[in-house]
């Protein structure tokens, strides 16, 4: 809706990037004041957030690239755009727990300790950076007539507009994209709640990890349900039925089942 905040000539600044850098701080406050609690100096969080971003930038970029690599392939330069948008969470939340781990090791902290420090604020973090997807107008919705729908203005030609354009959905004179449901908010409103479950429950976890299994679980949830209303490639399908973001959404919810079987039967044993 609003894909870029300032144009200067060929300077512009991009909302989603600027959503993401948000994002990232907002997801430090909350673990920084969490780790406080719980007696580990924030400093701490904030390097391992460093390892964090770098790993989740790379990982997130690569999925998205793989989704679209029809595209990609032929325009390779674009890789490397990361201020135009394109990222999928999936590869970011894989790459990001990749750069994680490798720092609470060299530390020598607890790991399952420290997924549960920054659970709540990465929640609150994905929910801040949809509001960039929305701005930028990538990872939309499927057309509907239904009253959710929301269309997409043609200036910066935005992902929407350029996608229903290409598809023949519109004439190329058009000022709006079609109406599509508005799945970046949804996903907003979504996160939002995810975090207050977490950020309710950190005082009284069973178990370390609880709450690291409790976001992976109900953030397949969230995301296989809202994959249902997004619109897809067929490149972007597997076996033309799942997206690759459900087939993992299935993965994570059962990660998170044995997760959480496997520590109340750690504690009941303890």
Same mark, same amino acid.
């Given at each position: 809706?609003?894909?870029?905040?300032?144009?200067?000539?060929?300077? /512009?600044?991009?909302?989603?990037?600027?959503?993401?850098?948000?994002?990232?701080?907002?997801?430090?406050?909350?673990?920084?004041? *969490?780790?406080?609690?719980?007696? &580990?100096?924030?400093?701490?969080?904030?390097?391992?957030? !460093?390892?964090?971003?770098?790993?989740?930038?790379? =990982?997130?970029?690569?999925?998205?690239?793989?989704?679209?690599?029809?595209?990609?392939?032929?325009?390779?330069?674009?890789?490397?755009?990361?201020?135009?948008?394109?990222?999928?969470?999936?590869?970011?939340?894989? =790459?990001?727990?990749?750069?994680?781990?490798?720092?609470?090791?060299?530390?020598?902290?607890?790991?399952? *300790?420290?997924? $549960?420090?920054?659970? @709540?604020?990465?929640?609150? #973090?994905?929910?801040?950076?949809?509001?960039? %997807?929305?701005?930028?107008? %990538? %990872?939309?919705?499927?057309?509907?007539?239904?009253?959710?729908?929301?269309?997409?203005?043609?200036?910066?030609?935005?992902?929407?507009?350029?996608? /229903?354009?290409?598809?023949?959905?519109?004439?190329? $004179? +058009?000022?709006?994209?079609? @109406?599509?449901? @508005?799945?970046?908010?949804? #996903?907003?409103? $979504?996160?939002?709640?995810?975090?207050? !479950?977490?950020?309710?429950?950190?005082?009284?976890? @069973?178990?370390?990890?609880?709450?690291?299994?409790?976001?992976?679980?109900?953030?397949?949830? /969230?995301?296989?349900?809202?994959? %249902?209303?997004?619109?897809?490639?067929?490149? +972007?399908?597997?076996?033309?039925?799942?997206?690759?973001?459900?087939?993992? #959404? &299935?993965?994570?919810?059962?990660?998170?089942?044995?997760? &959480?079987? #496997?520590?109340?039967?750690?504690?009941?044993?303890?």
């Amino acid at each position: 809706m609003l894909r870029y905040l300032l144009v200067i000539g060929g300077f /512009h600044i991009a909302a989603y990037g600027v959503m993401m850098v948000i994002a990232y701080f907002t997801a430090i406050l909350f673990a920084s004041k *969490e780790a406080r609690r719980k007696g &580990i100096e924030p400093i701490y969080i904030q390097s391992l957030s !460093i390892w964090i971003i770098i790993g989740l930038i790379v =990982g997130a970029r690569l999925w998205y690239v793989a989704e679209y690599w029809y595209y990609f392939s032929g325009n390779f330069i674009e890789v490397f755009k990361l201020w135009e948008g394109g990222m999928v969470f999936y590869g970011g939340f894989v =790459g990001g727990l990749i750069g994680g781990i490798l720092y609470v090791k060299i530390k020598k902290f607890n790991l399952w *300790e420290v997924l $549960d420090i920054m659970a @709540p604020g990465v929640a609150i #973090s994905i929910g801040v950076g949809r509001i960039g %997807c929305f701005l930028n107008g %990538c %990872c939309f919705g499927r057309v509907t007539d239904s009253w959710i729908g929301i269309r997409f203005p043609q200036r910066y030609l935005p992902p929407v507009y350029w996608n /229903h354009l290409k598809r023949g959905l519109i004439p190329s $004179d +058009a000022l709006y994209s079609l @109406p599509v449901i @508005p799945t970046q908010l949804i #996903s907003t409103i $979504d996160l939002l709640v995810i975090f207050g !479950i977490l950020w309710g429950m950190r005082k009284r976890v @069973p178990f370390k990890g609880f709450l690291f299994a409790l976001l992976i679980g109900l953030y397949g949830l /969230h995301r296989f349900i809202i994959d %249902c209303f997004r619109y897809y490639e067929g490149s +972007a399908l597997v076996l033309k039925v799942l997206t690759l973001s459900q087939a993992l #959404s &299935i993965l994570l919810m059962l990660i998170s089942i044995v997760l &959480i079987i #496997s520590g109340f039967k750690r504690r009941r044993a303890a």
